[in-house]
C-alpha cells in the first residue's frame, strides 16, 4: 500500500497581506527617492557648506573686518556712515553693523542692485577712528551666497523655492518609508555577502541611525519656505506672539531688510512697523530732516537690550525707510535666540515704540527660532556643528547609495522599480497614510496626488509606459 503524504494546508493571507504592504511602501520609497534625490542631494551638500559660513567669512574677509591695531576712540557712527556714502554716492544706506570689539571695523550696508527674498547689499567697511573706508564686498556674489540662494531656491526664484520645499517634504515620506521597510525587513534571513547586500546594508543603518536627525533638519528649514512657512506664520498669529497695538504702516519688519546678515528674528518679521511723527527732533541725522543722529537711537535702545554681550551677540541698525520710518535696532545672538530682541525707535523723537523678544514670542515661535539655530548649527556651539554636519553626511551618502542600488539592480529597458501592489486594500491603506503626510505638507499632497493621476491615466494605460514603470 502507497502511502501518500498530505502536508497540512497553511494559510497565506497574513503573508501575502505583509508581502503587499511592504511592496507598496517600497514602491513608494523607491519612486520618492528617484524623483527628488537630486534636489536633495544639492541642499544637503550645499546645507554641509553653508555651516561654515561664519568663520569662512572671517577668514575671507579679515583684510576689511579685523583691524591691524585697536583703536582708541571712535568717529560718530554719522561719519563712518557719510564716509560710506562718499564711497558710493547716491546709493541709500541701508543698515549698520557697529563694531563688536576694539580691532573690529564698522559695516555699512547699502542697496545693492539685486531685490527679491535673498537680495543683499554692498558691504563698506569703515575704519572706526579715522572713518577711512577699508574696502567694500559686493555681497550679492560672495560665494556663501551663492551657495545660500542655491541652497534655498535653486538660484531660480519662486520656482525653486517651491520645488525645494515639495523635496524637503517628500524626504519626510523618504524616511517615513524607509523606516517602515527597515523594520519589516529587521527579521529577514541575513543577506548575502555581496556587493549589493553591502550597499543595502550600509544605506539601511544609515538611515536608521540618522533618519531622525534628517527629519529634524526638513523640519526646522521649513520655516523658511514659501508656502509651508507661511501657513506656520499665520498659524502662529493665530495663537498669538504678544504683537504689540501700535500705530503701523503696512509694511512688516520682514520686509526691512532682505540681507540675511542685517535681519530681524524669524518670529518678529510679521511684527507691524510703527510709524516715525515729524516735527520732534533736530536736524542731527544722515537722513530725514530733523531726524535723530544713530547715535542717538542706539543710546535709545541700549537701556531695553536684555542680554547682548559683544562676545556673543552683534547689535545692527536698520535705518530708517522715509519719512514715517523707524530706527530699527535688532539684536542677533550667535548661539542662543532667547536673547534676540527687536526695537523700533521713533527717527524724530528718539522714543522707544516697540520692544519685541523672547518673553513676547508665543510657543510656536520659541520652537521655531530654537529649531532654526539648531538648524544652523551654532545652539551649541562646535558640538551643534558637528551633529549637523553629520546629519548631512548621512543625507548624501543614503542618496549614493539608493541611486547605486538601483542602478546595479535595474533590468535593461525597465526602470526597476518595485511592482505594483494587487491588493486594493493594501494601496488605499498606503495611500491614506500618504494623504495625511499631504495635508500636513501641502506641496507633497499636491504632487503626490499628480502622481497618482499620471498612474491611473497614464502609465497603467500605455502599454510601453506601463513596461518600464512597472
Same mark, same amino acid.
Request: net charge positive; proline share 6%.
Given at each position: 500500500?502507497?502511502?501518500?503524504?498530505?502536508?497540512?494546508?497553511?494559510p497565506?493571507?497574513?503573508?501575502a497581506a505583509?508581502?503587499?504592504?511592504?511592496?507598496?511602501?517600497?514602491?513608494w520609497?523607491?519612486?520618492?527617492?528617484?524623483?527628488v534625490?537630486p534636489?536633495?542631494?544639492?541642499?544637503?551638500?550645499?546645507?554641509?557648506?553653508?555651516?561654515?559660513?561664519?568663520?569662512?567669512e572671517?577668514?575671507?574677509?579679515?583684510d576689511?573686518?579685523?583691524?591691524?591695531?585697536?583703536?582708541?576712540?571712535?568717529?560718530?557712527?554719522?561719519?563712518?556712515?557719510?564716509?560710506?556714502q562718499?564711497?558710493r554716492?547716491?546709493?541709500?544706506?541701508?543698515s549698520?553693523?557697529?563694531?563688536?570689539?576694539?580691532?573690529?571695523?564698522?559695516?555699512?550696508?547699502?542697496?545693492?542692485? =539685486?531685490?527679491?527674498p535673498?537680495?543683499?547689499?554692498?558691504?563698506v567697511?569703515? =575704519?572706526?577712528?579715522?572713518?577711512?573706508?577699508l574696502?567694500?564686498?559686493d555681497?550679492?556674489v560672495?560665494?556663501?551666497r551663492?551657495?545660500r540662494?542655491?541652497?534655498?531656491?535653486?538660484?531660480?526664484?519662486?520656482?525653486?523655492?517651491?520645488?525645494?520645499?515639495?523635496?524637503?517634504c517628500?524626504?519626510?515620506?523618504?524616511?517615513?518609508?524607509?523606516?517602515?521597510?527597515?523594520?519589516?525587513?529587521?527579521?529577514?534571513?541575513?543577506?548575502?555577502?555581496?556587493?549589493r547586500?553591502?550597499?543595502?546594508r550600509?544605506h539601511?543603518?544609515?538611515?536608521?541611525?540618522?533618519?531622525?536627525?534628517?527629519?529634524?533638519l526638513?523640519?526646522?528649514?521649513l520655516?523658511?519656505?514659501?508656502?509651508?512657512g507661511?501657513?506656520?506664520?499665520r498659524?502662529q498669529?493665530?495663537?498669538?506672539?504678544?504683537?504689540p497695538?501700535?500705530?503701523?504702516?503696512?509694511?512688516?519688519?520682514?520686509d526691512?531688510s532682505?540681507?540675511?546678515?542685517?535681519?530681524?528674528?524669524?518670529?518678529? =518679521?510679521?511684527?507691524?512697523?510703527?510709524k516715525s511723527?515729524?516735527?520732534h527732533g533736530s536736524?542731527?541725522?544722515?537722513?530725514?530732516p530733523?531726524?535723530?543722529?544713530?547715535e542717538?537711537a542706539?543710546?535709545?535702545?541700549?537701556?531695553?537690550?536684555?542680554?547682548c554681550?559683544p562676545? =556673543?551677540?552683534d547689535v545692527?541698525?536698520?535705518?530708517?525707510?522715509?519719512?514715517?520710518?523707524?530706527?530699527?535696532?535688532?539684536?542677533?545672538?550667535?548661539?542662543?535666540?532667547a536673547?534676540?530682541?527687536t526695537?523700533?525707535?521713533?527717527?524724530?523723537?528718539?522714543?522707544?515704540?516697540?520692544?519685541?523678544?523672547?518673553?513676547?514670542?508665543g510657543?510656536?515661535?520659541?520652537?521655531?527660532?530654537?529649531?532654526?539655530a539648531?538648524h544652523?548649527?551654532?545652539?551649541?556651539?562646535?558640538?551643534?556643528?558637528?551633529?549637523?554636519?553629520?546629519a548631512?553626511?548621512?543625507?548624501?551618502?543614503?542618496?549614493?547609495?539608493?541611486?547605486?542600488?538601483w542602478?546595479?539592480?535595474?533590468?535593461?529597458g525597465?526602470?526597476?522599480?518595485?511592482?505594483?501592489?494587487?491588493?486594493r486594500?493594501?494601496?488605499y491603506?498606503v495611500?491614506?497614510?500618504?494623504?495625511?503626510?499631504?495635508?500636513?505638507?501641502?506641496?507633497?499632497?499636491?504632487?503626490m496626488?499628480?502622481?497618482?493621476?499620471?498612474?491611473?491615466?497614464?502609465?497603467?494605460?500605455?502599454?510601453?509606459l506601463?513596461?518600464?514603470?512597472?
Open positions: 500500500m502507497t502511502s501518500v503524504e498530505v502536508r497540512p494546508e497553511i497565506s493571507v497574513a503573508p505583509s508581502s503587499q504592504r511592504y511592496r507598496a511602501f517600497w514602491r520609497h523607491f519612486y520618492a527617492g528617484l524623483f534625490a534636489v536633495l542631494f544639492v541642499l544637503a551638500v550645499t546645507g554641509g557648506i553653508y555651516l561654515f559660513k561664519e568663520p569662512f572671517e577668514w575671507n574677509y579679515q576689511v573686518r579685523t583691524l591691524a591695531e585697536p583703536v582708541g576712540s571712535a568717529r560718530p557712527l554719522a561719519e563712518q556712515v557719510a564716509a560710506a562718499l564711497a554716492p547716491g546709493v541709500p544706506v541701508m549698520v553693523i557697529p563694531p563688536v570689539a576694539s580691532d573690529r571695523s564698522t559695516r555699512v550696508i547699502m542697496e545693492g542692485a =539685486e531685490s527679491g535673498w537680495a543683499q547689499g554692498v558691504s567697511y569703515v =575704519e572706526p577712528s579715522s572713518a577711512a573706508v574696502g567694500q564686498i555681497d550679492s560672495t560665494f556663501m551663492i551657495v540662494t542655491v541652497h534655498g531656491e535653486l538660484m531660480s526664484g519662486v520656482i525653486g523655492d517651491r520645488v525645494v520645499e515639495t523635496a524637503a517628500w524626504a519626510l515620506i523618504l524616511v517615513a518609508t524607509g523606516t517602515y521597510l527597515w523594520w519589516t525587513s529587521r527579521a529577514r534571513k541575513r543577506p548575502r555577502r555581496s556587493g547586500a553591502r550597499l543595502r550600509l539601511t543603518l544609515t538611515g536608521a541611525f540618522a533618519g531622525f536627525a534628517i527629519v529634524f526638513v523640519l526646522s528649514g520655516p523658511w519656505s514659501g508656502v509651508w507661511d501657513g506656520v506664520q498659524l498669529d493665530s495663537f498669538g506672539s504678544g504683537y497695538s501700535v500705530e503701523s504702516s503696512s509694511t512688516l519688519s520682514g526691512l532682505t540681507n540675511p546678515d542685517a535681519k530681524v528674528p524669524w518670529a518678529a =518679521e510679521r511684527l507691524p512697523v510703527p511723527h515729524a516735527g536736524a542731527t541725522g544722515v537722513l530725514q530733523g531726524a535723530i543722529s544713530i542717538s542706539l543710546a535709545t535702545a541700549r537701556p531695553a537690550i536684555r542680554d554681550p562676545a =556673543e551677540c545692527k541698525i536698520l535705518l530708517p525707510d522715509g519719512a514715517e520710518g523707524v530706527y530699527t535696532v535688532v539684536t542677533d545672538p550667535r548661539r542662543d535666540p536673547a534676540a530682541q526695537l523700533h525707535i521713533d527717527q524724530y523723537s528718539g522714543r522707544l515704540l516697540v520692544d519685541f523678544g523672547w518673553n513676547e514670542y510657543l510656536m515661535a520659541k520652537t521655531v527660532e530654537q529649531g532654526i539648531l544652523e548649527g551654532r545652539r551649541y556651539g562646535t558640538a551643534n556643528l558637528i551633529v549637523m554636519l553629520a548631512c553626511l548621512a543625507l548624501i551618502t543614503l542618496i549614493i547609495t539608493g541611486v547605486w542600488m542602478w546595479k539592480r535595474r533590468p535593461r525597465r526602470a526597476g522599480a518595485p511592482a505594483r501592489p494587487t491588493s486594500r493594501t494601496s491603506a495611500i491614506a497614510i500618504m494623504a495625511v503626510l499631504g495635508l500636513l505638507f501641502p506641496l507633497a499632497g499636491i504632487t496626488l499628480a502622481v497618482l493621476l499620471l498612474d491611473w491615466l497614464v502609465i497603467r494605460r500605455v502599454h510601453r506601463h513596461r518600464i514603470f512597472g
